[in-house]
């Protein structure tokens, strides 16, 4: 069984940096895209940032240059990296995993596997 859990969430001023992790277990995923979404209360679910088996990136709008998504294959790991973090980036973090391989997607429906997701707050 597919397992994916996330950690690095935490309360950090504005300004400052987190670094989400994302471990899978229960399969390998060196081939699939994996992907960060995170839900703001009262908000529907946002993408984030995504990364493909080649290392190709997919960023949200609103990330502009502040985040960054990697991966290491051999940890079965997925990384988010982020920086001059606002008060609007709190949120639940989610991480994703497609079922597929060779695809990069950003809407939800793209990925078939979610961690059960780490708050990040950023104070004011």
């Known amino acids: 069984q597919v397992q994916l859990v996330e950690s690095g969430g935490g309360l950090v001023q504005a300004g400052g940096s987190l670094r989400l992790s994302c471990a899978a277990s229960?399969?390998?995923?060196?081939?699939?895209?994996m992907g960060w979404f995170r839900q703001a209360p009262g908000k529907e679910r946002e993408f984030v940032a995504a990364?493909?088996?080649?290392?190709?990136?997919l960023y949200g709008d609103f990330v502009k240059g502040r985040f960054t998504i990697s991966r290491d294959n051999a940890k079965n790991t997925v990384y988010l990296q982020m920086n001059s973090l606002k008060p609007e980036d709190t949120a639940v973090y989610y991480c994703?995993?497609?079922?597929?391989?060779?695809?990069?997607?950003?809407?939800?429906?793209?990925?078939?596997?979610w961690g059960q997701g780490t708050q990040v707050t950023v104070s004011s």
């Open positions: 994703a995993a497609d079922g597929a391989p060779y695809g990069l997607g950003s809407t939800a429906t793209s990925y078939d596997h």
């Open positions: 990364i493909a088996w080649n290392d190709r990136t």
């Open positions: 229960g399969g390998t995923f060196s081939r699939n895209a």
